[in-house]
């Protein structure tokens, strides 16, 4: 093959993802409903259902009175602390009905097994922690207190045999539950591209109003994840071409749609304190909590009938489990990471996120590291302007991300733990550092001016012009690792971190 003959996508990818270009509107409902497609991206590959089959009609009653606030505006059972009561009297185990749901070809429905997954998490998470939003509402500090430590086997086991079907841990999880399969369309024919149009499925408090704090929170996540076909795109042209030894001038041309695609994710990012108030969110945020790390749970949760009744735990939903918040989408991260600590053992992909993102993300590391994606990066200073600017997102995105957490969440409560069980001071820190601490080492290895030096795989005028593209950008890097240091160091003072 020579080097203009290269096939999008490559035969390994295709081979590994043969949907990735396919039209979602043809793809079966026995696939995975997050099966990555470069029109998609991370979101599934069609709207979440809203309703549910008749076999699970007293779910999805009880599902829709569990709110605090209601469609209709009136008071929930979580208004008045009766979901408890609720679930046990009105809800029977239909692990057999599950089984039921399949296609004319006998393969399961799996698309709508999510759906009555997304369903039964909702009715856990609310059953759980419903006395820790009692206690959060009646008590002065606003504690939580202890959740309820069983759960009934008519949950427990159905909701555990999709997890299976779907491979996913049967717990909430952001993408396959509260966010990504937990949106619909006012008006199907207006798509996704305005936000107004967007509604939620399901609820914990007041998110069924779509101008709710809850409702923001959720749906911004979900207009950004509405671009991620052109970051996949964008990330497999960068790997396809160069695991065929495509010109650069292709892999560049990957690159700059990953930029391009993040800055519109970014943007859209941004409107989150705009659509999610921060004096809000400690109010909703009581439902998303797991069930691990957590003083609420301090000895597990008993699913009744599963795993012979011994203790299970789980992360809680978040945010960062989002697909593009992990380095694996953008080529190389992994990679750099990898070769510049000491721990050689790749960083795992968190179980939480959906069995095809996973798999995504792990090609792309792994395809990432067989094929060198940074040294081929640092070889030529315009391909390593480039891939500094792609990290620089991801450091923007975490900075940002670090924002949230500190103005809605630190400065309003003392609990020491995230709703995922990291440590809610050092976790996102320290993720945020490591892209830093990543982009000096690149800068200053291959771009800064050195002693002596003439060229470096090229012309020293050339290698100039491309490190003025990121100098200021570079400066922004150093003095904001101080300030983080610094930031740090006094939230942990503070709490006796």
């Not at 700059?256 to 109010?283: C, F, H, Q, V």
């Amino acid at each position: 093959m020579t080097r203009t003959q290269v096939s999008f996508p490559s035969p390994s990818t295709l081979k590994k993802f043969p949907h990735v270009h396919a039209d979602p509107s043809t793809l079966s409902q026995s696939l995975d409903p997050f099966t990555i497609t470069t029109s998609t991206g991370f979101l599934p590959y069609a709207t979440a259902p809203t309703t549910l089959p008749e076999a699970f009609k007293a779910l999805a009653s009880l599902v829709e009175r569990a709110p605090v606030v209601m469609l209709d505006g009136k008071p929930g059972l979580l208004a008045t602390y009766e979901l408890g009561p609720a679930v046990e009297s009105e809800l029977t185990d239909l692990t057999d009905e599950v089984e039921k749901l399949r296609l004319a070809d006998g393969s399961y429905d799996k698309f709508t097994i999510a759906a009555i997954f997304r369903d039964y998490t909702f009715v856990a998470s609310s059953y759980l922690l419903e006395p820790c939003w009692e206690n959060w509402n009646k008590l002065p500090d606003q504690s939580y207190g202890l959740g309820r430590d069983l759960l009934p086997k008519s949950v427990a086991r159905p909701m555990y045999r999709c997890a299976q079907i779907l491979d996913l841990p049967p717990f909430m999880s952001y993408a396959a539950s509260y966010a990504l399969f937990n949106y619909t369309l006012a008006d199907p024919a207006k798509g996704l591209d305005d936000y107004s149009n967007l509604r939620l499925v399901r609820a914990f408090e007041k998110g069924l109003d779509p101008k709710s704090s809850e409702a923001g929170f959720i749906l911004t996540h979900v207009d950004m994840v509405k671009y991620t076909g052109s970051l996949i795109n964008g990330v497999l042209r960068v790997v396809d071409n160069l695991e065929q030894n495509g010109p650069r001038q292709d892999v560049n041309d990957g690159f700059r749609l990953i930029l391009e695609t993040m800055e519109k994710i970014e943007a859209a990012m941004e409107t989150m304190w705009g659509n999610s108030k921060p004096a809000d969110y400690l109010s909703f945020r009581v439902f998303i909590f797991g069930i691990t790390n957590q003083s609420m749970f301090p000895n597990g949760v008993i699913y009744d009938g599963v795993e012979d009744n011994k203790p299970l735990h789980f992360r809680g939903e978040s945010g960062a489990n989002d697909s593009i918040v992990n380095p694996s989408s953008r080529p190389s991260l992994r990679n750099s990471h990898a070769r510049n600590t000491p721990n050689k053992n790749p960083p795992r992909i968190p179980r939480l996120q959906t069995a095809s993102h996973r798999e995504f993300l792990t090609y792309i590391r792994e395809k990432s590291v067989e094929i060198g994606v940074r040294d081929y990066c640092v070889q030529d200073s315009e391909t390593a302007v480039l891939f500094l600017k792609v990290l620089n997102h991801v450091r923007s995105f975490r900075w940002r991300h670090w924002l949230f957490a500190r103005e809605y969440i630190i400065r309003r409560t003392p609990h020491p733990t995230a709703t995922g069980g990291s440590p809610i001071v050092t976790w996102l820190p320290n993720q945020l550092s490591a892209v830093m601490d990543l982009m000096v080492t690149i800068y200053d290895t291959y771009l800064s001016p050195k002693e002596g030096v003439v060229a470096i795989h090229g012309s020293e005028d050339l290698i100039a012009s491309h490190r003025k593209q990121v100098e200021p950008m570079m400066e922004l890097v150093r003095d904001q690792k101080d300030k983080l240091a610094k930031e740090v160091e006094k939230w942990c003072q503070e709490r006796g971190v």
